[in-house]
């Protein structure tokens, strides 16, 4: 976490306390703060070393600390500086920072991060430290960053407080500088002396980086919205995932519509429901007038839908009505029949088989059957007698339908129509 000397209430004024804070007070605060990282964070190394001045991350997910720094924070301020760390490695600034300047990139990076993330030591870089504003990425901020900057130093790995301040590694080259490289590799620069047996022993992430991305992005998206830390963060993790929210919306309910024009709908005689130009002095006439077909929607209520995926089966829903005359299911381990409209609010719960609903719907009258679900459910043996779309939440992806799943009891049938919010 790179420090600014320009904030108002920088560290080097502030007394130093020993809180006898440690690293695992440090997660555990992280853990509290954060509960959409924890499988991030049991993925990092964590490696004491009184050489680093605050915490610096490698590019291996080994977070380096200095034990002394640890103590003078508190466990929220420590659990926020081991979070900083963490995201250097969920937005991939190793992997982003290219050709740009480290030492820049290090500062952008932390601005990038700090705009949205409370509970920061004094001294940390936020966008108002560059001049900028907040909501935008780092490749704006690093044109805001000072150049030149210094040269990343040796020992300059970690987050420390301002130089001079009586904390640990102040006053080391590098600590305390607004674009010194800081963070270590992780936030984009060259490989620090402290993080030279990282390779040979990395953190549990680095076997498989993009999975531990992109389990964190499904916590993020499976949460309420009420819950959710900020759009900045949705944004990103719904972007780590590949989804596209309207873009599965509008599938979903063109499939309906193309497979329902396939079907047919049976027309009757019948006076039309008001008067229109054709109609011969004033008079309305009978004519043939086509009717919609009827379309049942189930969403998947069980257990293992989140409250985030019961909002976005919701809006998918409300799609599909456009498409046709929609009849609307919960369903669990068995259906309720909700109707012509939705609820406002859908609660889950229970085991989940969603054959009883699909059943019932057909007999209801359905002409096509749309189920919106985490798949995690088992399907019917044999190719239903009315066409079965499947709207595959995020969760879907990760278990059925992505690469090495590992529940392919739960695929969705061969027969059936199967819209995934996340590309295969």
């Given at each position: 976490?790179?420090?600014?000397?320009?904030?108002?209430?920088?560290?080097?004024?502030?007394?130093?306390?020993?809180?006898?804070?440690?690293?695992?007070?440090?997660?555990?605060?992280?853990?509290?703060?954060?509960?959409?990282?924890?499988?991030?964070?049991?993925?990092?190394?964590?490696?004491?070393?009184?050489?680093?001045?605050?915490?610096?991350?490698?590019?291996?997910?080994?977070?380096?600390?200095?034990?002394?720094?640890?103590?003078?924070w508190t466990p929220a301020e420590a659990?926020?500086?081991?979070?900083?760390?963490?995201?250097?490695?969920?937005?991939?600034?190793?992997?982003?920072?290219?050709?740009?300047?480290?030492?820049?990139?290090?500062?952008?990076?932390?601005?990038?991060?700090?705009?949205?993330?409370?509970?920061?030591?004094?001294?940390?870089?936020?966008?108002?430290?560059?001049?900028?504003?907040?909501?935008?990425?780092?490749?704006?901020?690093?044109?805001?960053?000072?150049?030149?900057?210094?040269?990343?130093?040796?020992?300059?790995?970690?987050?420390?407080?301002?130089?001079?301040?009586?904390?640990?590694?102040?006053?080391?080259?590098?600590?305390?500088?607004?674009?010194?490289?800081?963070?270590?590799?992780?936030?984009?620069?060259?490989?620090?002396?402290?993080?030279?047996?990282?390779?040979?022993?990395?953190?549990?992430?680095?076997?498989?980086?993009?999975?531990?991305?992109?389990?964190?992005?499904?916590?993020?998206?499976?949460?309420?919205?009420?819950?959710?830390?900020?759009?900045?963060?949705?944004?990103?993790?719904?972007?780590?995932?590949?989804?596209?929210?309207?873009?599965?919306?509008?599938?979903?309910?063109?499939?309906?519509?193309?497979?329902?024009?396939?079907?047919?709908?049976?027309?009757?005689?019948?006076?039309?429901?008001?008067?229109?130009?054709?109609?011969?002095?004033?008079?309305?006439?009978?004519?043939?007038?086509?009717?919609?077909?009827?379309?049942?929607?189930?969403?998947?209520t069980s257990s293992s839908i989140t409250?985030?995926?019961?909002?976005?089966?919701?809006?998918?829903?409300?799609?599909?009505?456009?498409?046709?005359?929609?009849?609307?299911?919960?369903?669990?381990?068995?259906?309720?029949?909700?109707?012509?409209?939705?609820?406002?609010?859908?609660?889950?719960?229970?085991?989940?088989?969603?054959?009883?609903?699909?059943?019932?719907?057909?007999?209801?009258?359905?002409?096509?059957?749309?189920?919106?679900?985490?798949?995690?459910?088992?399907?019917?043996?044999?190719?239903?007698?009315?066409?079965?779309?499947?709207?595959?939440?995020?969760?879907?992806?990760?278990?059925?339908?992505?690469?090495?799943?590992?529940?392919?009891?739960?695929?969705?049938?061969?027969?059936?129509?199967?819209?995934?919010?996340?590309?295969?």
């Amino acid at each position: 976490m790179t420090t600014n000397d320009a904030q108002p209430s920088g560290g080097r004024d502030r007394p130093v306390t020993n809180y006898g804070t440690t690293i695992n007070d440090a997660v555990y605060a992280a853990r509290a703060a954060h509960p959409y990282y924890a499988s991030a964070l049991s993925r990092l190394r964590l490696e004491a070393d009184p050489n680093v001045p605050t915490l610096a991350t490698s590019a291996y997910w080994v977070t380096h600390y200095n034990p002394a720094t640890v103590a003078t924070w508190t466990p929220a301020e420590a659990g926020a500086v081991l979070v900083h760390e963490l995201e250097h490695l969920l937005r991939r600034h190793h992997e982003r920072c290219g050709d740009r300047d480290p030492a820049n990139w290090n500062v952008a990076g932390d601005a990038e991060i700090n705009q949205r993330l409370a509970g920061l030591p004094d001294g940390a870089v936020y966008p108002e430290s560059l001049g900028m504003p907040r909501g935008r990425t780092a490749e704006v901020y690093y044109g805001a960053t000072n150049s030149p900057q210094p040269e990343p130093q040796p020992n300059g790995g970690g987050s420390g407080e301002g130089e001079g301040d009586g904390q640990p590694g102040a006053g080391q080259p590098g600590a305390g500088q607004p674009g010194a490289a800081q963070c270590g590799s992780a936030a984009g620069g060259p490989t620090q002396p402290h993080e030279r047996n990282d390779a040979a022993n990395p953190g549990r992430g680095a076997a498989d980086p993009d999975g531990a991305r992109r389990e964190v992005a499904r916590e993020v998206v499976g949460m309420a919205p009420g819950d959710m830390p900020s759009d900045e963060l949705r944004d990103w993790a719904e972007s780590e995932l590949g989804m596209d929210r309207s873009g599965w919306y509008s599938a979903l309910a063109t499939a309906v519509g193309h497979t329902l024009s396939s079907v047919g709908a049976p027309t009757r005689w019948r006076w039309p429901g008001r008067r229109d130009p054709r109609d011969i002095g004033g008079a309305v006439l009978p004519r043939w007038t086509g009717e919609r077909p009827s379309c049942a929607v189930i969403i998947d209520t069980s257990s293992s839908i989140t409250a985030g995926d019961l909002d976005m089966a919701r809006a998918a829903g409300h799609f599909v009505g456009r498409m046709a005359d929609a009849v609307y299911y919960g369903c669990n381990t068995y259906p309720t029949l909700y109707g012509s409209e939705l609820p406002e609010r859908i609660r889950g719960g229970g085991g989940t088989n969603l054959i009883t609903g699909i059943e019932r719907a057909i007999e209801d009258g359905a002409k096509a059957v749309v189920v919106i679900t985490d798949c995690m459910t088992p399907w019917p043996d044999e190719p239903t007698r009315v066409p079965l779309i499947v709207g595959a939440n995020a969760l879907a992806t990760h278990y059925v339908l992505g690469p090495g799943a590992g529940m392919a009891a739960y695929r969705p049938p061969e027969w059936a129509i199967v819209i995934p919010i996340i590309p295969e």
